[in-house]
């Protein structure tokens, strides 16, 4: 009898699930939009019946569903905190609600961490045991891998890097108020309105509500001394939380994806060259490559699975 497993991902905008074999490889996935607006109840039931689709009609051959779910939730309950992109969700019990519909072991993780989880099993850091994975795109989000075990913290609610707080220019702010792709776009913004002349207007026809970290990164490409200067900036500042990072969790590899890494080495370079300079000591980065994701779109899926294949998220335990 051959075992499968399913993955969630739930986002605000999509829902997707598929059917994986235990070698984590698709079998079947389908998604639809999620009607985040619609309601809690009204999604949760779609939910159920889009799972049930990829569900295998021999219950028994099924390991057990993996839920890659917006953060904050807590994993060891099982529950849903308070996603902000999933209005009226506080404190569902979502991993009791899909076990009483399908009897079979389910496992919770917030999005970041499940794609850290899923470049250690199948992607960039496969093979390596410590791994600090970094998502720099609308927001930053991270995920850890401490000796195979996924670090969650008490209550879930940990490895959080995107919030480490920096001082910039006088004020106390986090590394996504100053690097995520929001960040690049409203710099960018910031300095269009104040004279800066830029290909970045040009791209945009001269609406300025619709530049985006992409479109920055377009105008980048192209040598726009404005755009360059912002990836570029971006790029630094990650690389200073990613060489305090290293003091403290002294990973063997860095994992980094989102949309705003799309940007290439105009955006790692600065990005190492932080690193480099700023370490205490080069022992902390000589060994350890700082490389792009692999799993694309996929990543939450195949990270919700893999939830399931290492029973909540430790190797050892695999």
């Not at 995920?143 to 480490?164: F, K, P, R, S």
């Not at 860095?254 to 705003?260: N, T």
């Not at 996929?298 to 335990?317: H, M």
Request: charged share 20%; with cysteine; net charge negative.
């Amino acid at each position: 009898m051959d075992r499968t497993i399913v993955g969630v991902d739930l986002g605000g905008t999509q829902m997707r699930v598929a059917r994986f074999d235990t070698q984590l490889t698709i079998q079947k996935r389908l998604a639809e939009p999620t009607k985040a607006r619609e309601g809690r109840d009204r999604v949760i039931s779609r939910l159920l019946d889009l799972i049930a689709q990829v569900v295998p009609d021999d219950a028994d051959a099924l390991e057990g569903i993996g839920v890659s779910v917006p953060g904050p939730i807590n994993p060891h309950e099982g529950t849903v905190v308070k996603p902000p992109n999933l209005p009226g969700w506080h404190n569902v019990p979502i991993r009791t609600i899909i076990q009483q519909r399908f009897e079979c072991p389910v496992y919770l993780g917030n999005d970041a961490n499940v794609a850290a989880l899923a470049e250690a099993t199948r992607g960039a850091a496969r093979g390596y045991r410590y791994v600090l994975y970094l998502t720099v795109s609308t927001g930053i989000g991270s995920g850890i891998l401490d000796d195979g075990h996924l670090l969650v913290g008490a209550q879930g609610l940990g490895a959080e890097a995107g919030h480490m707080l920096m001082v910039v220019d006088g004020e106390i702010k986090d590394i996504e108020q100053v690097a995520s792709g929001t960040a690049i776009a409203r710099q960018a913004i910031e300095r269009l309105r104040a004279g800066e002349k830029s290909l970045i207007r040009d791209l945009v026809n001269g609406d300025l509500d619709a530049v985006s970290a992409r479109i920055v990164a377009q105008a980048a490409a192209q040598g726009d001394r404005l755009a360059v200067s912002l990836i570029e900036r971006s790029g630094f500042m990650v690389g200073l939380a990613v060489a305090s990072l290293l003091h403290v969790l002294n990973p063997q590899i860095v994992v980094i994806g989102g949309g705003v890494s799309n940007a290439g080495e105009l955006w790692f370079a600065p990005l190492r060259r932080a690193v480099a300079e700023y370490v205490l000591d080069p022992a902390y980065c000589q060994q350890v490559p700082i490389v792009p994701a692999a799993l694309g779109d996929n990543v939450a899926l195949i990270g919700a699975a893999a939830l399931v294949a290492t029973r909540g998220g430790s190797f050892l335990q695999a």
